[in-house]
Each structure stands twice: as structure tokens, then as C-alpha cells.
């Protein structure tokens, strides 16, 4: 199976908050991230959160991780139509530096 | 700072050629990594240099190479392309080390990427 998984879509009203979902198999993983992908555009790096932290928030962004269950989680308050995206989840194995495994991404779309 | 650059930014090649891309990293940074992204999935890595050497290579067959020059630019060569070489190539670059030859997992920024496009 594969190593990261993430939901395909995500649908959220303008102004709700919207929660993206992630699970991840290598126990050994150091760093977990949040990329955002625009269409025709390369990988914006949201976010990441070091696999000792439970919870790390930036300004809109809360990402909060389950290292027991492997869980990550990325929530966006008062998501705006500007938050439509591709949302992928990445973690670096530990002793790889900076060799990173995405999932297929989520696509998020904002509705007004 | 002009971040992570990339060029071309698309490229049509036929089956059979070979091609080139270039990447050069964000200021301050010395590692340069690889991904190649089909459409619909999520970024492969393909290899990662550092110190003008391969230091990781995802399971990407031989036809891929690459190089890294003293500036810390990089080059990712494909031979022999195929049909299913066909997608977007992203460059991520990532800082300094720590010291000590240590790497420390940090943030890693990418270019716009080269979409290739083979006919």
C-alpha cells in the first residue's frame, strides 16, 4: 500500500474551517509537511511539524499529529476561495535527509 | 532572492531523445533534490545532491542522471525518453548543513518545475 495516504477531494463553504486528513506507515519518520500546490504552479511548503510535537499552529493553520496512530491533520480556519488547492502531506525518514514521500494530495475546493 | 528557479519551463521531446533540466537553489542553500510528479499523483523522488555528489536516489531506472556544479546548481538528464516520462519535474532546494556533515531536516523549497512533455 502506499506509504502516505490522503483523502482525494474535500468540499468546504467560504469561511467554515476545513480539516485535511493524512496517515503515514514509516514509524521512523523525523518531519511531517504541508505543501499547497495551485494549478500550473510548483509546491508552496505550508507547514511542517517535528515528529516529537503534537500540535503546531501558524496564523490560520493547526497541524496536529498522532504519532501513535500516524495521524496527521491540517486544519485551515475560516478557509477563504483563495485555500482552493492541492494539499499534500510529505515526510522525510529519518537518517534521508530531505528525501521526502508525498501522498497523492487532496484536493480542496472553497465554495463561495 | 529569486527562491528556487527552474528552466525550460515546458519542454516537447519525442521518444527516443534525450533532455536536460536545470535547477538552481534558493541563496544559502546547498542540497538539491529531485521529483518527478505524473499528473494526478503526488511528487517521486529521484535523486538528491549534495557536496557535488549523489547522496540519495529514489527507484528511478539509470536513464536518470544528474549533476551538481560548485555554484550548487544542479542538471537532471533523461535518455532514451519514454512516453511515460511525460509530467512535471521539480527541483526542491534545502539550506546549509548544521555542521559536521550532519543534515538536519528542515524546510525544503521548489521551484515552479519543467513540464515535459514527450510525443
Known amino acids: 500500500g502506499e506509504d502516505v495516504e490522503q483523502s482525494l477531494f474535500l468540499s468546504v463553504r467560504e469561511g467554515d474551517s476545513s480539516v485535511i486528513n493524512c496517515t503515514y506507515t514509516d514509524s521512523s519518520s523525523t518531519y511531517l509537511y504541508w505543501y499547497k500546490q495551485e494549478p500550473g504552479a510548483g509546491l508552496q511548503l505550508l507547514t511542517y511539524i517535528f515528529s516529537n510535537m503534537d500540535m503546531k499552529q501558524d496564523q490560520r493553520l493547526t497541524v496536529l499529529l498522532n504519532k501513535k496512530d500516524k495521524h496527521l491533520s491540517l486544519r485551515i480556519a475560516d478557509t477563504q476561495t483563495g485555500d482552493s488547492a492541492i494539499y499534500f502531506c510529505?515526510?522525510?525518514?529519518?537518517?534521508?535527509?530531505?528525501?521526502?514521500?508525498f501522498g497523492s494530495g487532496t484536493q480542496l475546493t472553497v465554495l463561495p | 532572492d529569486a527562491g528556487v528557479t527552474q528552466s525550460p519551463t515546458h519542454l516537447i521531446k519525442t521518444r527516443g531523445q534525450q533532455v536536460t533540466l536545470r535547477c538552481s537553489p534558493k541563496s544559502g542553500h546547498d542540497t538539491v533534490s529531485w521529483y518527478q510528479q505524473a499528473l494526478g499523483q503526488g511528487p517521486q523522488f529521484i535523486f538528491q545532491y549534495y557536496e557535488e555528489e549523489e547522496r540519495q536516489r529514489g527507484n528511478f531506472p539509470d536513464r536518470f542522471s544528474g549533476h551538481q556544479f560548485p555554484n550548487y546548481s544542479s542538471e537532471l538528464n533523461v535518455n532514451a525518453l519514454l512516453l511515460g516520462d511525460s509530467a512535471l519535474y521539480l527541483c526542491a532546494s534545502s539550506p546549509k548543513t548544521a555542521g559536521q556533515g550532519i543534515h538536519m531536516n528542515t524546510e525544503a523549497f521548489f521551484g515552479q518545475g519543467t513540464r515535459l512533455t514527450v510525443v
Open positions: 510529505a515526510e522525510s525518514r529519518s537518517g534521508s535527509a530531505r528525501q521526502l514521500t
